[in-house]
T-cell receptor
Framework: KNQVEQSPQSLIILEGKNCTLQ??????????LRWYKQDTGRGPVSLTI?????NTKSNGRYTATLDADTKQSSLHITASQLSDSASYIC?????????FGKGTTLSVSS | DTAVSQTPKYLVTQMGNDKSIKCEQN?????MYWYKQDSKKFLKIMFS???????INETVPNRFSPKSPDKAHLNLHINSLELGDSAVYFC??????????????FGEGSWLTVV
């Protein structure tokens, strides 16, 4: 069964700190993995898309990693800002289907 | 300048009513989608259209009927609304029918509350 599991479910950090969000998947056939950021009351916005051959991809202070062997991905946020408070959703493409994780809710406090 | 726009943003209605949510994209994409996000924030695809043709129809009650007058528009009509239909509905679009490596652009969501 295709599944995407994210951890932790929620996370609270202080402004300026770094954090790492995890995504484990059991999806076949694997096409690519995406990270989305969803602000409260808004639609999801794409952060990165990674294919099988990509290990690391950065978008500003966001760095995603992918280990296709262990079927794990992480999203690292550097020097967090209050505006990083949001839900982060991991999405894995399985052929023509998209499998969504339930997201990690990040709260950045001052 | 909004890439994917949907209206209304908020909708409160009584059980049994019929309502529609409209969606338009100005990105020139061929494919549009409707997603449902429940109270647990879990996104599930409902429908996918490519150039006005239905591509994906997940297990969704017949009360939900999408309509695509042209490839830039995908409207969602819901008949006989039930309490369980309360959710956030997201319209989205992508360049090609198979997501592949294409970015999916989401609208801002329509908050539907059935009372």
């Amino acid at each position: 069964k295709n599944q995407v599991e994210q951890s932790p479910q929620s996370l609270i950090i202080l402004e300026g700190k770094n954090c790492t969000l995890q995504c484990n998947y059991t999806v076949s056939p694997f096409s690519n993995l995406r990270w989305y950021k969803q602000d409260t009351g808004r639609g999801p916005v794409s952060l990165t898309i990674m294919t099988f051959s990509e290990n690391t991809k950065s978008n500003g202070r966001y760095t995603a990693t992918l280990d296709a062997d262990t079927k794990q991905s992480s999203l690292h946020i550097t020097a967090s800002q209050l505006s990083d408070s949001a839900s982060y959703i991991c999405v894995v493409s399985a052929g023509t289907a998209l499998i969504f994780g339930k997201g990690t809710t990040l709260s950045v406090s001052s | 300048d909004t890439a994917v726009s949907q209206t209304p943003k908020y909708l409160v209605t009584q059980m049994g009513n019929d309502k529609s949510i409209k969606c338009e994209q100005n990105l020139g994409h061929d494919t549009m989608y409707w997603y449902k996000q429940d109270s647990k924030k879990f996104l599930k695809i409902m429908f996918s259209y490519n150039n006005k043709e239905l591509i994906i129809n997940e297990t969704v009650p017949n009360r939900f009927s999408p309509k695509s007058p042209d490839k830039a528009h995908l409207n969602l009509h819901i008949n006989s609304l039930e309490l369980g239909d309360s959710a956030v509905y997201f319209c989205a679009s992508s360049l090609e029918v198979w997501p592949g490596g294409n970015t999916i652009y989401f609208g801002e969501g329509s908050w539907l509350t059935v009372v």
